[in-house]
């Protein structure tokens, strides 16, 4: 299934973090917190303005991102769980 978000709208898959600690520990699974880097799926067209002129997201396809703890809504397409938010969620883009 292809999915496009609407507006300024991103969908985001979450990059999974390191199982061990710099020590070596095993983090068990209930104790990893989820991860606040992912990588853009998807983006949607941009919002409109007063003048109805598409402003265009920052963010495209492929760049990974960073973003608050509590941002998005998570989705399961295609089996993978993913996450839509708002491009005004994202804090930054790593180069």
Partial sequence: MEFRPLHDRVLVRRVESDEKTAGGLIIPETAKEKPQEGEVVSVGEGA?????????LDVKAGDRILFGKWSGTEVKIDG????????????GVLA
Wanted: charged share 50%; proline share 0%; glycine share 4%.
């Fill in 80 to 91: 993978e769980d993913l996450l839509i938010m708002k491009e005004s969620d994202i804090m």
């Fill in 48 to 56: 409109r303005d007063d003048d109805g002129d598409r402003i265009a």
